[in-house]
């Protein structure tokens, strides 16, 4: 960068130029032109037409109209930092995991926090779910966690995540409301789709307001597996637990802060960082096995189900530290690109089948949202560990395979040839054994949407069940069509007897709707 001497020019207008020197660097084009007046546009006379000749302007114009990307289909408000994950616990045993082996082992992390339902503008306390996705930067590759502070999900199945979110964002006529359960559509698909009903007593509570992202739990949600180096699997499921504990704020105060500062949770994090003051979690496992698995009256690969911390208790294996806060938000937070599907050696899915179709859904909307298959190209998503192989080009291609060699088996020999599968370091799925009819299907076992739904609410405080009460009531409130209040409260009857009347009162409606038939059949099984 070539530094000249300090300068302040008058213009004849008197108006001020800063030039560059004194250790500023020159203003350049992107072409590394540099700029002599950032000011004036290249015309003919002082009042004449300004001259198609201006590359400097259209560089700048062109560049300017090119800033917008789109954001991201859900969770499109979010806020990241950098940190460090350490492993407190060797799981040697359990995984070969590589960043799981060496108790002591620090990994780089990138985490993101977000809002689901609101706009990349949209405020920061809205009654919604948190995402909470880390990206572990192991010596194997990435692995991202992309989790929910939440431990379960409104729907079974992902080919019903269009209508879910659908339902859930603004109103395709009007436009709104932005980032609010209180509407018709999405208590309309809610009511007619049962399997929400544990989800929707999450969401009613207080766990949808956290007082700062640092007070917050997170879940992997999805029965994952996690596979040693015998080859032996264990069922897993991921949870966050946050060093300051648990912590909420109420709805009336959390329509005061929206009010006042949209930004509180992004600037509570930043603020947090910068003072030294890192936040902290605790990584915890829930690990069983295939028998184990069976015994439970519900199917563990049923995303709307927890699996109790009474019968399998949570056992904290490392720590999750946040110590630093981005450099430039759009192209860290802005630009990472988290996927379900980016796992290591050692950690596996299992046939949730809402997994399944994450594991699709992520790769194939970053393409559109950044726009080029070379993402892991831009340093937030790029490894931190060699990275090898004969992809090539595509738009923005920044590193090609180097050589002669782009494809293999080639006849160049280890220094031209490229790199090599390795049996023992590769990945290798978990060989499940599976067999069955091709079926559009539901199993018997993901029928029950009440059981759990009863075990939250009762497991609630009285204060906080009281919370429950009013967001239900509240919420409603601003449904316009009286079927579907009726419709939601014929789920709560199901759930608790108490509850129901008390949202029944508070929204005026009796006489009280008959229960939602209990014993559903499970939607969808076609006959063969
Ligand atoms: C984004 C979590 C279900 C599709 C996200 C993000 C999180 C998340 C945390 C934000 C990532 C970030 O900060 O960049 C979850 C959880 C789910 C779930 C915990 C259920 C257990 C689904 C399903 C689908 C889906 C079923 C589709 C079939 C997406 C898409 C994005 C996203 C398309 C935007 C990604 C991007 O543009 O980079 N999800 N999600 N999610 N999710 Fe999910």
């Excluded at 880390?134 to 502070?149: A, H, I, P, R, S």
């Excluded at 359960?181 to 207080?206: C, G, Q, R, Y």
């Excluded at 949209?262 to 603020?271: E, M, N, Q, V």
Aim: proline share 7%; with cysteine.
């Amino acid at each position: 960068t070539r530094i000249v001497d300090a300068e302040i020019l008058r213009g004849q207008g008197g108006e001020t130029h800063q030039v560059a020197g004194g250790g500023v660097h020159v203003l350049t084009t992107q072409q590394g032109v540099p700029v002599a007046d950032d000011q004036n546009t290249l015309r003919v006379g002082p009042r004449g037409p300004s001259l198609l000749e201006d590359f400097h302007f259209r560089e700048k114009i062109f560049h300017f109209d090119h800033e917008r990307i789109p954001e991201r289909v859900v969770h499109a408000r979010g806020f990241g930092a950098h940190g460090f994950f350490e492993t407190t616990e060797s799981l040697s045993d359990i995984t070969q995991a590589d960043l799981f082996q060496r108790k002591g082992e620090k990994t780089p992390v990138f985490v993101r926090f977000s809002t689901v339902a609101g706009n990349k503008g949209s405020p920061d306390l809205a009654r919604d779910v948190r995402g909470f996705a880390v990206k572990f930067y192991t010596k194997e590759g990435n692995w991202d966690l992309v989790g929910n502070n939440i431990p379960v999900f409104f729907i079974q199945d992902a080919i019903k995540f269009p209508d879910m979110v659908h339902a859930a964002k603004q109103e395709p006529d009007r436009g709104f409301p932005q980032a609010q359960t209180a509407h018709d559509n999405f208590w309309d698909f809610v009511s007619l789709t049962p399997e929400s009903t544990h989800m929707l007593l999450w969401i009613m509570s207080d766990r949808t307001i956290p007082r700062s992202f640092r007070f917050m739990e997170g879940f992997g949600v999805h029965t994952f597996r996690l596979v040693n180096a015998e080859g032996k699997a264990s069922f897993v499921k991921f949870h966050w637990k946050p060093k300051l504990g648990l912590q909420s704020i109420v709805w009336n105060e959390a329509l005061k802060i929206n009010g006042a500062d949209p930004d509180f949770h992004r600037r509570d994090l930043w603020d947090s960082i910068q003072a030294g003051d890192f936040p902290e979690w605790e990584l915890g496992l829930q690990l069983f096995d295939e028998d184990f698995a069976d015994r439970f009256d519900f199917d563990v690969l049923d995303a709307t189900k927890i699996i109790p911390e009474e019968l399998v208790p949570v056992r904290r294996v490392g720590r999750l530290v946040l110590d630093r806060t981005v450099d430039n938000f759009f192209a860290e937070t802005e630009q990472v690109a988290f996927c379900t599907q980016n796992v290591v050696p050692g950690i596996d899915f299992t046939n949730d089948p809402l997994l399944q179709g994450r594991n699709f859904s992520y790769l194939d909307t970053q393409l559109k949202r950044l726009g080029s298959p070379n993402f892991t190209h831009i340093p937030i998503n790029a490894p931190k560990s060699p990275v090898a192989h004969f992809q090539q080009d595509g738009h923005m291609a920044m590193r090609n395979p180097g050589g002669r060699a782009n494809y293999e088996p080639n006849s160049w020999g280890p220094t031209h040839g490229g790199p090599r599968e390795s049996r023992e370091r590769g990945y290798r799925s978990y060989p499940a054994v599976e067999q069955g009819e091709k079926r559009r299907i539901r199993p018997e076992l993901f029928a029950d949407h009440y059981s759990q739904a009863r075990q939250f609410y009762l497991s609630q405080t009285p204060v906080e069940q009281t919370h429950i009460k009013n967001a239900f009531v509240f919420e409603l409130s601003k449904v316009e069509t009286p079927a579907i209040r009726a419709r939601v409260v014929s789920h709560l009857l199901n759930v608790d007897d108490g509850l129901a009347r008390m949202v029944a009162e508070g929204l005026g409606l009796a006489p009280l709707p008959e229960p939602a038939p209990a014993a559903r059949p499970v939607l969808g099984n076609l006959p063969p």
